[in-house]
C-alpha cells in the first residue's frame, strides 16, 4: 500500500500543521461583529464588502482623524497618541497634501499645524472648510499669534492647541470639536 501525497493527505496528517478555520469572531476594543442585513430587495444594489459566515466585517467605530504637520517627529508622535482614541485615515506633511487628503477622505476632524510648507493651515483651514465641509478643525502651532490663531478660528477652525500639550488633552479638545454643530 502507498501513502498518499502530503498535499492529499487527511487534515490531522498534514504536514504544515494549520488548523483549517469555518468561523472567525475575534472583536476587539476597537471593533464590532454585527448581524449580517435582512436579504436585499429585488434591484437593490449589493454591498461590495466581503462576508465572512454570513456577517458583516468588523467596523472601526472611532472617529477619522486627519493629521497635517510638517515635522515627522511630531507626526509619529500625534499617530502614537492619538490613534486610540481616533482612526486616523491619512497623515499630510504639507497643506497641499492635507487639503488633497482631506477632500479624499472628508474626515470627521482634522489637526493641522500652523506653520508648514504649502501655505500652512492659512492656505489649509479654508480650502479644507470648503471641500470638506463637516470637518471639524483644529489648529496646532508652536508659536501663539493670537491674530493667526483669530484668523484661522473664521476661516473655519474651531479651536486652537499649543505644541507640547499632552495627546489626552489633544484627544478631548478634538472629541469637543466634533461636537461643535455648524
Known amino acids: 500500500m502507498t501513502e498518499a ?23 476587539t476594543d476597537r471593533t464590532e461583529t454585527t448581524a449580517a442585513p435582512a436579504p436585499f430587495a429585488s434591484g437593490e444594489d449589493r454591498p461590495t464588502d466581503s462576508y465572512l459566515m454570513g456577517e458583516q466585517p468588523l467596523r472601526d467605530h472611532r472617529r477619522s482623524l486627519l493629521i497635517a504637520d510638517d515635522d515627522e517627529v511630531v507626526r509619529y508622535r500625534l499617530q502614537s497618541e492619538l490613534s486610540d482614541s481616533f482612526c486616523i485615515v491619512a497623515v499630510a506633511e504639507n497643506a497641499t497634501q492635507a ?11 482634522a489637526l493641522i499645524d500652523v506653520e508648514m510648507p504649502g501655505g500652512g493651515a492659512r492656505a489649509a483651514v479654508p480650502a479644507i472648510a470648503a471641500c470638506s465641509p463637516n470637518t471639524r478643525m483644529v489648529i496646532l502651532s508652536a508659536d501663539e499669534v493670537h491674530h493667526v490663531v483669530l484668523e484661522l478660528l473664521t476661516a473655519g477652525a474651531m479651536a486652537y492647541v499649543r505644541k507640547g500639550v499632552g495627546g489626552d488633552r489633544i484627544a478631548e479638545t478634538l472629541a469637543q470639536a466634533l461636537l461643535v454643530e455648524v
Do not use: G
Open 99 to 109: 487639503i488633497a487628503l482631506a477632500e479624499q477622505h472628508r474626515p470627521d476632524a
Open 5 to 27: 501525497p502530503p498535499d492529499h493527505a487527511p487534515s490531522s496528517q498534514r504536514l504544515d500543521h494549520t488548523p483549517e478555520v469555518t468561523h472567525m469572531n475575534v472583536p
